[in-house]
T-cell receptor
Framework: ETGVTQTPRHLVMGMTNKKSLKCEQH?????MYWYKQSAKKPLELMFV???????ENNSVPSRFSPECPNSSHLFLHLHTLQPEDSALYLC??????????????FGPGTRLTVT | KQEVTQIPAALSVPEGENLVLNCSFT??????LQWFRQDPGKGLTSLLL?????REQTSGRLNASLDKSSGRSTLYIAASQPGDSATYLC??????????FGPGTRLSVLP
């Protein structure tokens, strides 16, 4: 257990569906991240939230919409996805703005399949 | 923009061997470098984090070193065990950027 949970763990959705991925961190961190991991590709950073403010959007298509209502929760809203969006979606958190380290802690991921 | 590479892409060794995994990065202006382990279909588990002012970190049978001037980090695994089989990823945290991950090294330790 890393202190970061993700639900659901597996999701199959059609291209016309709307679904949401949820991430929750119990570590008291102030930054949260969404990553995409496709087969045979390095982990790709999608979004970063620091203190609930989005600080980075890595040219992600608008069919992915993040939401960070507070520093402990992060959502990724999905709509009209494409089959190539099938991947493992990982959430992470870290403590930013301290003199220690920005060590990232990851959740177990949501395996998304778009049919 | 930071680029991170890892060699080898895959490695298979017999149980008990000591081994070294390599990570290279193009931009030496890093804040820290982190090594992770990922089991198939699972999330990432942090192994070691080396801050830019440090040269190495140790945890049990693992030792990670950092040479910023040459843009390299190595992960040394002593007395490998079948349970060490996983994909090992390195990631650099850069000033003005966020974590950039390498493609990983897939390790198989054979009993």
């Amino acid at each position: 257990e890393t202190g970061v949970t993700q639900t659901p763990r597996h999701l199959v959705m059609g291209m016309t569906n709307k679904k949401s991925l949820k991430c929750e961190q119990h570590l008291g961190h102030n930054a949260m991240y969404w990553y995409k991991q496709s087969a045979k590709k390095p982990l790709e950073l999608m979004f970063v939230y620091n203190f609930k403010e989005q600080t980075e959007n890595n040219s992600v298509p608008s069919r992915f919409s993040p939401e960070c209502p507070n520093s402990s929760h992060l959502f990724l809203h999905l709509h009209t996805l494409q089959p190539e969006d099938s991947a493992l979606y990982l959430c992470a958190s870290s403590q930013e703005g301290t003199s220690v380290s920005y060590e990232q802690y990851f959740g177990p991921g949501t395996r998304l399949t778009v049919t | 923009k930071q680029e991170v590479t890892q060699i080898p892409a895959a490695l298979s060794v017999p149980e008990g061997e000591n081994l070294v995994l390599n990570c290279s990065f193009t931009d030496s202006a890093i804040y820290n470098l982190q090594w992770f382990r990922q089991d198939p279909g699972k999330g990432l588990t942090s192994l070691l984090l080396i801050q830019s002012s440090q040269r190495e970190q140790t945890s049990g049978r693992l030792n990670a070193s950092l040479d910023k001037s040459s843009g390299r980090s190595t992960l040394y695994i002593a007395a490998s065990q079948p349970g060490d089989s996983a994909t090992y990823l390195c990631a650099s945290d850069n000033y003005g950027q966020n974590f950039v991950f390498g493609p990983g090294t897939r390790l198989s330790v054979l009993p």
